[in-house]
T-cell receptor, first 116, second 114 residues
């Protein structure tokens, strides 16, 4: 059973450029979450999907951020016109929700974004 | 909104010594997850607690949720260098319809000196 994978692991970009990250969840998991973690802090929730539906977005997710999960499998997180304040670790997690019971979230290795 | 405070923020222990990390919530917890994170990497699930007074152990790590469900502790017995890392507690929202998005504490950084 493969875990959650994320690509790329590291991304360095110049301010104003667009970047896209990919997350592949554990295959049978129907929920997928994105979090952001800055240095010395705990992760903060950004958004989550149940299958292909995006059910909630945090106020942290400005209109420069967009996430998709087109076929209910992998997900992408795009940041347009990056700013230095976007520099962070972007974490993806997946879980299986069945019968109203939500299981544990399993996290990927993260994508570390550095905006110069 | 719910806030989780972890203490201490960091600690250094001698290999073989015990250590305890605390996680205190501003509101009643409806579950509490403990994760471990190695520097620059993702989170590794350790344990999940749901019931007041619940205690779980795995290898040398024991986690407890108090009866009032507002505080949890993580205890490591006879620490080893492999226990070094950042320990994070995370709590789901009280409303099931809010999904299971987790609110995390700030983390406790553990260094084990050989």
């Amino acid at each position: 059973d493969t875990g959650v994978s994320q690509d790329p692991r590291h991304k360095i970009t110049k301010r104003g450029q667009n970047v896209t990250f990919r997350c592949d969840p554990i295959s049978e998991h129907n929920r997928l979450y994105w979090y952001r973690q800055t240095l010395g802090q705990g992760p903060e929730f950004l958004t989550y999907f149940q299958n292909e539906a995006q059910l909630e977005k945090s106020r942290l997710l400005s209109d420069r951020f967009s996430a998709e999960r087109p076929k209910g499998s992998f997900s992408t997180l795009e940041i347009q016109r990056t700013e230095q304040g976007d520099s962070a670790m972007y974490l993806c997690a997946s879980s299986l929700t069945a019968g109203g019971r939500t299981d544990t979230q399993y996290f990927g290795p993260g994508t570390r974004l550095t905006v110069l | 909104s719910q806030e989780l405070e972890q203490s201490p923020q960091s600690l250094i222990v001698q290999e073989g010594k015990n250590l305890t990390i605390n996680c205190t919530s501003s509101k009643t917890l409806y579950g509490l997850y403990w994760y471990k994170q190695k520097y620059g990497e993702g989170l590794i699930f350790l344990m999940m607690l749901q019931k007041g007074g619940e205690e779980k152990s795995h290898e040398k790590i024991t986690a407890k949720l108090d009866e009032k469900k507002q505080q949890s502790s993580l205890h490591i017995t006879a620490s080893q260098p492999s226990h070094a890392g950042i320990y994070l507690c995370g709590a789901p929202p009280m409303i099931k319809a809010a999904g299971n998005k987790l609110t995390f504490g700030g983390g406790t950084r553990v260094l084990v000196k050989p």
